[in-house]
């Protein structure tokens, strides 16, 4: 592979003469099945060989490449003015992480925790795999409180929780939700409750004490939930229209939220094998409710996806629908999505909450089903709800019906 990045023979034959030339073909290779251009994967190699000259200068062998010894190097390097690390610098990531993969370098042992705080931890997070069966996000929503929460009742000394009271449960909860506003605001209790039931679990304390951790009040439906005007959809829709490969994905992705009310992790886990042409179906695979659930593929948003299938998404693999634009060409993540929606309001001029995203295409999608007459249940296997109760509060966006229901105002206004 090397003899069709470089041209010169000489660069190749100095480059196979190192520290490293065992490898750099292989790795050559891997980088261009990863889609990166010639120009990047000769910048990497390049790069490798210098941070191996250096190694071979401090007197360590290839197979003693870490992470440590990448800083030190790193840190050695002059920046640009701009703050950025010099090319040097570029992809020497990738090289650490290749050498592991192919077995030449060790990964380094993870550190076993060693204070009773973080043994805690590390058994609890077990057990929200292991038997809750938890999302990432939402096992570190729950650690870093259940973190304060032991910190609070034991310090840094070994917890014996036969001496934890219903009062500092309360009070821990009382003060975690002081700090908290709206809907967030029932998390430390949920979470500390979660944590409660572990200890029943192993036996260190009795069963019922979780119910010290008391949720706040809360006010289910006492506002409506945030939607867009069909106006509205169609002006963020807009944005994306120009045939760039970027354009065409978000354009797809955007259609997806809007016209059938997927959450983000829906979109950025919908493979290639999911979408049924011919029947013109989506086959959605168990997400957040643990379900999976088919749903109709309209015609603008089936046009969509095939755009951006022929012409913006990177011949990979990889069997993602939505992929990077830019190498190396991943699946995208939920920060992506919703940085991606957030830039589609700001340039359609949509204002909404801070850390509004493509949620209130969900919202929006149900409140268009229940004032077009559509049943609770029928919004439920569209939305895919667990239950009825998370559907009832679109009964308010009902206006029409609240309306003839309503009793007349006898009051004096």
């Known amino acids: 592979m090397l003899a069709h990045t ?52 401090q007197g360590y062998a290839v197979c003693e490449m870490d992470d440590d010894l990448l ?10 003015r701009s703050g950025h690390l010099p090319k040097a610098a570029q992809g020497l990531g990738h090289l650490i992480r290749f050498l592991q993969q192919q077995g030449v370098v060790r990964p380094r042992q993870a550190v076993l925790p060693t204070s009773p705080l973080e043994q805690w931890l590390v058994e609890y997070d077990a057990h929200l ?23 609070a009742c034991f310090g840094s ?11 500092m449960i309360t009070a821990f909860v009382a003060q975690e939700v002081a700090m908290r506003q709206r809907s967030s605001r029932k ?6 409750r979660s944590f409660l039931r572990f200890l029943v679990f192993r036996g260190d304390i009795r069963p019922g004490f979780e119910a010290a951790a008391l949720s706040p009040p809360q006010w289910q439906y006492a506002s409506l939930p945030l939607r867009l005007t069909p106006e ?6 807009a944005v994306y229209q120009e045939s760039t490969a970027s354009s065409l994905r978000n354009r797809a992705m955007l259609l997806l939220l ?32 643990h379900r999976a659930r088919s749903l109709p593929l309209p015609q603008d948003v089936g046009q969509a996806v095939v755009a951006y299938l022929q012409g913006g998404r990177p011949h990979n ?65 569209v939305l895919g709800h667990q239950s009825l109760q998370t559907t009832g509060i679109y009964a308010k966006l009902a206006l029409d019906t609240l309306a003839a229901v309503a009793l007349p105002w006898g009051g004096v206004l």
């Open 129 to 151: 795999v292991q038997v809750a069966g938890l999302a990432l996000s939402t096992r570190q929503s729950y650690r870093r409180i259940v973190r304060r929460f032991i910190s």
């Open 157 to 167: 000394e070994t917890p014996n929780w036969q001496s934890v009271t219903a009062s």
């Open 6 to 57: 470089f041209v010169r023979t000489s660069v190749i034959t100095r480059l196979r003469r190192g520290p490293l030339g065992p490898y750099l073909d292989t790795l050559a290779t891997s980088l261009h099945h990863a889609g990166y251009a010639p120009s990047s994967i000769q910048r990497y190699l390049r790069a490798a060989e210098q941070f191996a000259q250096w190694l071979h200068g």
């Open 317 to 381: 693999e990889r069997r993602q629908v939505f992929l990077r634009c830019r190498p190396p060409f991943h699946p995208l993540t939920n920060s992506a999505v919703w940085w991606i929606v957030r830039q589609a309001f700001a340039h359609a001029g949509i204002v909404v909450p801070p850390g509004i995203a493509s949620h209130i295409f969900r919202h929006t999608v149900a409140s268009q089903m229940v004032n077009h007459g559509a049943s609770f249940k029928e919004v439920a296997d």
């Open 71 to 80: 800083q030190r190097y790193v840190s050695g390097l002059t920046r640009y």
């Open 232 to 237: 509205n959809v169609e002006r963020v829709l």
């Open 258 to 289: 809007a016209r059938l009310g997927l959450r983000a992790q829906d979109v950025i886990s919908l493979g290639l094998d999911d979408i049924d042409w011919a029947d013109g179906r989506l086959d959605l695979r168990p997400g957040k409710s």
């Open 187 to 192: 998390l430390p209790a949920v979470a500390v």
